[in-house]
């Protein structure tokens, strides 16, 4: 069962463009969710993360949209760069129990 | 600052070989360590977690074994190889709360 998701699984946006990256979950408690961004051949980075308190969460051109009734968030990356070409992975976990759940990934090529 | 340490950076082995990967976390005492595995191009599943020496819970069965040996390291081993194993290891830490950090990684080739 597959309570992550991640949509759409690959997207291309040309520089200066706002890129949208969804994900959604299917477990109510989950209430920390981090995502994390990848280039290949590493291993990922914590870019961002909220709690389900909040709404948003912003930090610098990552902005992070939650949305607790429908169980939907967003990564808003604005004035996208050719150097954020990389897969972001959503995760999603339930404060205190040390095991995260990750989406499939989500491919973005940023296109000069 | 803290810094994670995976060793090798990169393995070969034959299938039914053993095997041993190892991670250092530097300059936080006491921390959380997980283990976790990546197909290429595939999400993130993890394998192990450790909030204290000597203690390792499994999450998955993957023929694999973990073990906190000190404070700083987690090692993660087999005594027998499958083609499946094949991947990116990749050690991470959190300082107790919720937020985890990844090392480089090590990417193991089973042929």
């Known amino acids: 069962q597959q309570q992550v998701r991640q949509s759409p699984q690959s997207l291309t946006v040309w520089e200066g463009e706002t890129a949208i990256l969804n994900c959604s979950y299917e477990?109510?408690?989950?209430?920390?969710f981090p995502w994390y961004q990848q280039f290949p051949g590493e291993g990922p980075a914590l870019l961002i993360s909220?709690?389900?308190?909040?709404d948003k969460k912003e930090d610098g051109r990552f902005t992070i949209f939650f949305n607790k009734r429908e169980k939907k968030l967003s990564l808003h990356i604005t004035d996208s760069q050719p150097g954020d070409s990389a897969t972001y992975f959503c995760?999603?976990?339930?404060?205190?129990?040390?095991?995260?759940?990750f989406g499939k990934g989500t491919s973005l090529v940023v296109h000069p | 600052a803290q810094t994670i340490h995976q060793w090798p950076v990169a393995e070969i082995k034959a299938v039914g070989s053993p095997l041993s990967l190892g991670c250092t976390i530097k300059g936080k005492s006491s921390p959380n360590l997980y283990w976790y595995w990546q197909a290429t191009g595939g999400t993130l599943q993890q394998l192990f977690y450790s909030i204290t020496v000597g203690q390792v819970e499994s999450v998955v069965q993957l023929n694999l074994s973990a073990s906190r040996p000190k404070d700083d390291q987690f090692i993660l081993s087999t005594e027998k190889l499958l083609l499946s194993h094949s991947g990116f290891y990749l050690c991470?830490?959190?300082?107790?709360?919720?937020?985890?950090?990844f090392g480089p990684g090590t990417r193991l080739t089973v042929l």
């Open positions: 995760a999603a976990t339930s404060g205190g129990n040390y095991k995260p759940t």
């Open positions: 477990d109510s408690t989950f209430n920390y």
């Open positions: 991470a830490w959190s300082p107790g709360g919720d937020e985890q950090y």
């Open positions: 909220i709690r389900s308190v909040s």
